[in-house]
């Protein structure tokens, strides 16, 4: 659920199908892994679909399961690999809840 004071802003916020399609075809294929190339050749097919969920999830104030999910990553900072405090986390999300993110941010 969305919690806060920003709670009626974010639910009266307007998903324009435009966005999303410019933010899919920016997608940058080296940064992450996986359906990004499918994500950015499909982004005219898949537009309607993605923007309704978006959509849905802003006016429900619910994210799908499957976005709240992430994958940790420890990335090597520097000194000593031995060392844990030399690593720092790395949260690996879903790209379209990347995608989403940033168009309400």
Known sequence: M????????????????????????????????????????????????VAELFSKSLSSGDIPQDGRLANITPIFKKGKKTNTGNYRPVSLTVILCNVFESLVR
Do not use: Q
């Open 2 to 49: 969305i919690h806060g004071s920003n709670t009626e802003k974010l639910r009266s916020f307007v998903i324009i199908r435009d966005m999303v399609r410019a933010k899919l075809i920016k997608l940058k294929m080296n940064k992450a892994p996986g359906g990004t190339n499918m994500l950015t050749e499909l982004a005219d097919e898949i537009l309607y679909i």
